[in-house]
């Protein structure tokens, strides 16, 4: 195959036409396995790639040899699978056979940051020269390389330059939306993934965050729709089974607006890096030392804890406290709290949480430390859907011992939780060993 023959393919996978190139991309497909030739396997591993099977399309695509376009596919093949060293090979042998030296060279920069090599990556990159410069890919590589440097506002320059270039780079808009919807720009963000998603193909990942998004503004049937895309491609994708899940639920359950802003902007706030707001450098060093790294860190610490850090003085400490409250956190706020001494001691704010009246029961005394560290865990470590994580939010339910003190009963009881979200949380309960109260 040529590479204008791939360009062709690849356009018609991504047009109208898609039905139709699916249906002779799967016939050859069959011809192939029913025993074909060296070149048939070729286009049958393009094909494959096309339509995302990306084990069989490596499969047919190993045994080619001195074919560009076959190697540059293999090479994006290993990118979607990870396995970013022979990606890099790939793309190296690629332009040596005669593909898009520049692409190629582009495509090889972002293998090697993907092994973590950056100064290597930049230094390759620049080889595209000012072929590669004036190419939306090259602004796209240069930002993703600035981001894991940490250069948060260099790499989005980079990324709106790709998409000045190319208002259709689906990856260099995938990365603008999640930095606008990491600093609860949620707005922005919708607008950069529909915009992203509004030509083919469509990137999973941008579907199934721009649902969430629709979920959070209570657009269920928008979220909906891109939570199907996504099940018309994979009918077995487990987040966006769980997802169509709790929009189904919305039907029959009371959703609080309000509340749920309140809780995306806290999240937001918590998400922040220390690093984006003024301190001196001694403090800054010393929250580096200990890793920590956002808002969200220092709620999960005590003021004693930070004191004992390597440099760390009254200073610092007066300099952070400061911090946390003009944003109306404290330091160590969300630390688990301690187990009640005895039955009943526990008594909710259920006006103010939503829930319900209720006793945690007495944990047992002689846990093994391996136990305790376990029920230690925050409940955010569980995979739970947007819908059942809002519901622990509300009941200020922060970790996994005070998730198992609580009832099936008590959780029902609770305002937008219903039967999918009580069996999602038993199901990753279950998983690591423990269940609800009574269960």
Known sequence: MTADEFSQLRRAVASDQVATTRQEIESLLREVESGGSSSQSVRAGIGAYLLAQHTLAERLLSGAT?????????????MSLEKY???????????????????????KAGAIRLQGRLDE?????????????????????????LADRGDTYGAIEYFERAVDMDPHHSQALFRLAGENALYGNDNEAIRLYEQGLSKAPFYIGGLLNLG???????????????????????????????Y??????????????????????????????????????????????????TLGDLTKITEPDLLQ????????????????????????????????????????????????????????????????????????????????????AR?????????????????????????TSLNEIRQQLGEIGLKLRND
């Open 66 to 78: 001195g074919d560009g376009v076959a190697y540059y596919v293999h090479g994006l093949v290993c």
């Open 85 to 107: 060293n022979e990606a890099e090979a790939k793309f190296a042998a690629a332009a040596k056979a005669g593909y898009d030296p520049v692409e190629c060279t582009m495509k």
């Open 121 to 145: 990556a930049e230094t390759t990159l620049k080889q595209a020269g000012m072929e590669g410069a004036r190419r939306a890919d090259y602004s796209y590589q240069m930002g993703c390389i």
């Open 212 to 242: 969430l998004l629709y979920e959070d503004k209570g657009n269920y049937s928008a979220a909906a729709f891109c939570f199907r895309r996504v099940l018309q491609h994979d009918q077995n994708h487990a987040r966006a089974l769980m």
């Open 244 to 293: 169509m899940k709790d929009i189904e639920a919305t039907n029959e359950m009371y959703y609080d607006d309000d509340m749920a802003k309140n809780e995306a902007r806290l999240e937001q706030l918590l998400s922040r890096p220390v690093t984006d707001f003024e301190l001196s450098v001694r403090s800054r060093n010393c929250l580096a030392s200990m890793d920590i790294q």
């Open 309 to 392: 850090g390597k440099n760390f003085g009254e200073t610092s400490l007066v300099e952070i406290r400061e911090l946390m409250q003009a944003h109306g956190l404290r330091i160590g706020q969300n630390l688990a709290p301690a187990k009640p001494k005895e039955a009943g001691a526990w008594q909710g704010a259920t006006a103010a949480t939503g829930g319900v009246a209720g006793t945690y029961a007495i944990l047992p005394t002689d846990l093994s430390p391996q136990e305790q560290a376990m029920l230690a865990r925050s409940v955010s470590d569980l995979n739970l859907s947007v819908r059942a994580r809002k519901c622990m």
């Open 395 to 419: 009941l200020g339910i922060t970790s996994l011992s005070e998730l198992v003190q609580r009832t099936p009963d008590e959780l029902l009881a609770t305002k937008n939780f219903g039967v």
